[in-house]
């Protein structure tokens, strides 16, 4: 499973759910797997940057 890292301090986070399955990165977006149409989100912000997707 995929996690949100803080690049800063290294917290860490779960990626969100969406259609019963992980949300992937497509640029600056989290992605339901079944495209943006049906569901996407602003990558979380921690520390005041942008989270990095950890596969």
């Given at each position: ?17 969406h259609c019963g399955q992980e ?27 942008i989270m990095d997707v950890v596969?």
């Amino acid at each position: 499973m995929a996690k949100l890292v803080c690049k800063k301090c290294g917290f860490e986070s779960t990626v969100p759910m969406h259609c019963g399955q992980e949300m992937h990165q497509e640029g600056k977006d989290l992605v339901c797997w079944m495209g943006p149409g049906c569901g996407s989100e602003a990558i979380p912000q921690h520390c005041d940057e942008i989270m990095d997707v950890v596969v």
